[in-house]
């Protein structure tokens, strides 16, 4: 099916698509028991253009879309879910902030390699005690001067310690709004933090469930100090912007959701036409024909809702919920694909050098980053009008 998709966008698909099967698929094996993201896949993404599929042409973009920037995602996320998550997280985290509420002067310093693929940009926002409560962030920046000093840690960054990082934006408390007859609100900024900046450390890796290819730290920030420019958007704005980002965000991840349901489906349909039991292809079984179109029917729902939310938010429409909806839906068939693949695959799927085994890990991050699913429910139920 086409899904009204355009002819420029069927091709890109079906380039991603090559890219994925050729050079991505090969390596993930290896590099998911290594752990080893491979820059020479992330740079021949940039070569691709991938990292500048959302941006406009005058600022070094393909000149593209969010729809194409999905589309690139899902086809990724077939074969690697690692790579589609650096490829995802490259653009909405870290160079999106930047087009979206940089200065001229940081969009014309940052912005031609990030879309270039030359660099990475990693996201600070979750910390140990402020996960899906954002509003809890206890990073602190105070001024000083030309200076802005950052004092706190955050969790989970991805793309943070890469060799061609080149910075993180972070979120820090800087004030406090007050309020008449209110309890006083946090003012919270986004601030550009160069990596190399003193007092600025990234930790060492993640030993994580699943994403293994993909680059994982915490950091930690002790007086670091970086200039007052490095400012991204309005003081005490950081929280909505944030909030606006995440949005966009959730789209991508339901497109990865959808690539790695796609690619369970399709692991688990040539092994059960390849798998003979009891005298006969286990395709043939009327449970693996049910379990399999099941799974069928959950990468079709989950890539209609990703792409109905992808259209609203390229019209300019609000699409806050739309992106809910397709997170939560496209997040719930990855897990539950993965279960049946693995299921499908017998004891073969319980060995990591089978995809389905690496997609049943996974998938389980896709329930919880870039807002939980209890977060999804609770943005659908305030669209229905219930606080």
């Given at each position: 099916m086409t899904y009204d998709l355009?002819?420029?966008?069927?091709?890109?698909?079906?380039m991603?698509?090559?890219?994925?099967?050729?050079?991505?698929?090969?390596?993930?094996?290896?590099?998911?028991?290594?752990?080893?993201?491979?820059?020479?896949?992330?740079?021949?993404?940039?070569?691709?253009?991938?990292?500048?599929?959302p941006f406009p042409e005058e600022v070094g973009g393909q000149g593209?879309?969010?729809?194409?920037?999905?589309?690139?995602?899902?086809?990724?996320?077939?074969?690697?879910?690692?790579?589609?998550?650096?490829?995802?997280?490259?653009?909405?985290?870290?160079?999106?902030?930047?087009?979206?509420?940089?200065t001229d002067a940081q969009r014309a310093e940052y912005l031609p390699d990030l879309l270039a693929g030359r660099a990475l940009a990693g996201f600070g926002l979750t910390e140990p005690e402020a996960g899906s409560d954002a509003g809890a962030t206890r990073t602190t920046a105070r001024r000083d001067g030309d200076e802005w000093v950052i004092d706190g840690s955050k969790q989970f960054i991805t793309n943070s310690g890469t060799p061609i990082t080149r910075f993180v934006t972070v979120t820090a408390v800087t004030g406090t709004t007050q309020t008449p007859g209110a309890q006083a609100r946090k003012q919270i900024s986004t601030i550009i933090v160069p990596n190399g900046t003193p007092g600025f450390t990234v930790e060492a890796p993640y030993d994580k469930v699943g994403w293994h290819a993909s680059d994982t730290h915490p950091l930690s920030f002790d007086g670091a100090r970086v200039p007052a420019e490095n400012l991204l958007g309005e003081e005490g704005r950081g929280f909505a912007n944030f909030l606006n980002i995440l949005d966009e965000g959730r789209i991508a991840i339901a497109a990865l959701s959808t690539g790695a349901a796609e690619g369970c489906?399709?692991?688990?349909?040539?092994?059960?036409?390849?798998?003979?039991?009891?005298?006969?292809?286990?395709?043939?079984?009327?449970?693996?024909?049910?379990?399999?179109?099941?799974?069928r029917t959950r990468v079709h729902t989950a890539r209609l809702a990703w792409h109905h939310a992808a259209r609203l938010r390229d019209a300019g429409k609000?699409?806050?919920?739309?992106?809910a909806i397709a997170k939560l839906v496209a997040g719930d068939a990855a897990m539950d694909n993965a279960r049946d693949a693995t299921q499908i695959f017998g004891g073969n799927g319980f060995m990591n050098?089978?995809?389905?085994?690496?997609?049943?890990?996974?998938?389980?991050?896709?329930?919880?980053?870039?807002?939980?699913?209890?977060?999804?429910?609770?943005?659908?139920?305030?669209?229905?009008?219930?606080?």
């Open positions: 355009t002819e420029e966008e069927l091709e890109l698909s079906a991603v698509r090559e890219f994925a099967d050729t050079v991505v698929a090969p390596q993930a094996y290896e590099a998911d028991r290594t752990h080893t993201l491979s820059m020479d896949v992330v740079s021949q993404m940039g070569e691709l253009g991938l990292f500048g599929l593209g879309d969010y729809m194409a920037l999905g589309l690139a995602i899902e086809a990724l996320g077939r074969v690697d879910q690692s790579i589609a998550i650096t490829l995802e997280a490259g653009v909405s985290l870290g160079a999106m902030p930047v087009f979206r509420f940089g489906l399709e692991a688990a349909v040539d092994y059960a036409k390849s798998r003979t039991v009891f005298g006969s292809a286990l395709s043939t079984r009327q449970n693996a024909q049910f379990t399999l179109a099941r799974m609000s699409f806050a919920e739309a992106a050098e089978f995809s389905v085994a690496r997609h049943y890990r996974d998938s389980k991050i896709l329930e919880i980053g870039e807002g939980t699913t209890e977060v999804q429910l609770l943005v659908i139920a305030r669209g229905l009008g219930l606080t």
